[in-house]
């Protein structure tokens, strides 16, 4: 069982308000943490003292608004854009056996992967086949393919990555400015993913759900609405972008070894993060906020952006989920 806001013991199925289910993502950590899945940590607990400030802090308070009662019911495990982070299979049963005994769900987390990557994937895979309302997470459609052509019975859900949207937190919020043209707006509000093109991909790959991020711009309601298939929302970090060189990795190296795509690292991600302050382009001094986080940087959306998506949820048909990233696993903010 876990614990809600009052300490009071919540079934994990039923516990998230609304019928929506709760996921934390842990993409750094190698062991599950036993407390949290034990059901021995309540959800501010489990979001509490990590991330960019008090980004967690502020979303527990807009999840309990919106979604009271809110308790986490899934685990999400492995990292979305470094395929060394992939889990052996020893770790997957680590990682079943401790959802089982909080009974929770459980979600393997899948990057783009490399053809050597693509092998070592499936091996996790199989380490997951089986268990009981398991999923696997992939971010290409390379994976997709394979994935859904060895393993017809798995449930494939289709990763944020492959959700082309602007970005950029420097300006995405101003192209749902009044001033603004209207074809801008449109245009910068929604993908392309309603058209019949890639309707006809996730039929094809019997895609029964797809993740998205809390993005700036306030997306269109078709874009959340005019869809077959359900959404997972993640917070309270937007994806940016991500490289294949890592800053922490490279630090160690000599100069002329430093941001090499495929040089050794030390697993630096696992302990830190890194945090840049951006300028806003009109030099009025403002400033956005980027997380690195291993290889990817993210952006954590201040709360009336995650209050704006956690409040039309509740009268959504497509959204029932939402899954909460814990970066660093306890090791405290960016350093």
């Keep these: 069982m876990l614990l809600t806001r009052h300490h009071q013991e919540a079934s994990p199925r039923e516990g998230a308000g609304h019928g929506v289910e709760v996921g934390l993502s842990f993409p750094f950590l190698v062991a599950p943490p036993p407390a949290v899945l034990r059901g021995e940590a309540s959800l501010e607990e489990a979001l509490g003292g990590v991330g960019s400030g008090d980004a967690h802090a502020a979303l527990a308070e807009e999840l309990l608004r919106h979604l009271p009662g809110a308790a986490p019911s899934r685990v999400y495990v492995g990292n979305e854009t470094c395929e060394r982070l992939l889990p052996t299979p020893q770790a997957i ?125 306030p997306l269109e309601m078709d874009e959340w609405e005019s869809r077959s298939e359900k959404l997972s929302v993640h917070f309270p970090y937007l994806f940016v972008t991500m490289g294949r ?22 697993s630096e991600c696992r302990k830190y993060a890194v945090e840049f302050r951006l300028p806003v382009p009109g030099g009025n001094g403002a400033v956005k906020n980027l997380l690195n986080l291993g290889n990817a940087y993210y952006h954590a959306v201040p709360p009336s952006v995650a209050g704006r998506i956690l409040g039309r949820i509740s009268s959504s048909r497509q959204v029932d989920r939402i899954v909460v990233t814990v970066p660093t696993g306890g090791h405290g903010g960016p350093k």
């Design 245 to 266: 060189a890592c800053l922490l990795g490279s630090m160690h190296g000599e100069p002329a070894e430093r941001f090499v795509p495929g040089a050794p690292c030390r």
């Design 93 to 217: 049963g680590s990682w079943v056996a401790s959802a089982r005994e909080g009974r929770l769900a459980l979600s393997l987390v899948l990057p783009p992967l490399s053809r050597d990557g693509l092998a070592k994937a499936e091996e996790a895979v199989r380490a997951l086949e089986g268990v009981e309302a398991s999923e696997v997470v992939a971010s290409d459609w390379g994976t997709v393919h394979r994935l859904r052509s060895r393993h017809p019975g798995l449930a494939i859900v289709l990763g944020r990555l492959t959700h082309k949207m602007l970005r950029d937190p420097r300006l995405a919020e101003y192209f749902d400015s009044p001033q603004a043209s209207a074809p801008a707006r449109a245009a910068l509000c929604r993908s392309g993913e309603l058209a019949p093109g890639f309707r006809a991909l996730m039929e094809r790959y019997g895609i029964g759900r797809r993740e998205v991020d809390p993005f700036l711009q």
